[in-house]
Each structure stands twice: as C-alpha cells, then as structure tokens.
C-alpha cells in the first residue's frame, strides 16, 4: 500500500511516520482521535493539517493493525 501524506525521514522526528514531511508524526495525531477529538477540532487547532492527513493516517494505522506478529519462544 502507497502513503502519499505519510513521511519517514531519519532527520525528522527521528524517522518516526510523520505528516508531510512536517514535524508532526503520525502517532500524535492518532493519540489526539483515540482521545476523542474529532476532525474538524484537530483541523481547527493544527491549520496546517488537512482533512486527508487525517483520513490517511487512519488507513495506515488499519494498514500496521493488519500486519502479521510473528512471535518467538
């Protein structure tokens, strides 16, 4: 699967997924949904985020939900 609004950078965030490049990984906006912010207060509160960011960091955390564990004894 193709991330077109999702970045990994060594020299940004330390290689963390971020959004566009910008200083703003994936994971903090994820923590702001499953907090119960919605949408339009995370766009509100963050203007340089728009709604597709949103939309694509949700797809790619199904995508890593969806990824096999393998694990070791």
């Given at each position: 699967?193709?991330?077109?609004?999702?970045?990994?950078?060594?020299?940004?965030?330390?290689?963390?997924?971020?959004?566009?490049?910008?200083?703003?990984?994936?994971?903090?906006?994820?923590?702001?949904?499953?907090?119960?912010?919605?949408?339009?207060s995370?766009?509100?509160?963050?203007?340089?985020?728009?709604?597709?960011d949103?939309?694509?960091?949700?797809?790619?955390?199904?995508?890593?939900?969806?990824?096999?564990?393998?694990?070791?004894?």
């Open positions: 699967m193709t991330f077109l609004r999702i970045t990994v950078d060594p020299e940004i965030c330390g290689g963390k997924p971020c959004i566009r490049g910008l200083r703003f990984p994936v994971s903090r906006l994820l923590r702001l949904l499953a907090a119960g912010e919605t949408p339009e995370i766009l509100r509160s963050y203007p340089y985020l728009e709604l597709g949103i939309q694509e960091s949700l797809s790619y955390a199904a995508f890593l939900a969806d990824e096999q564990v393998i694990e070791f004894a």
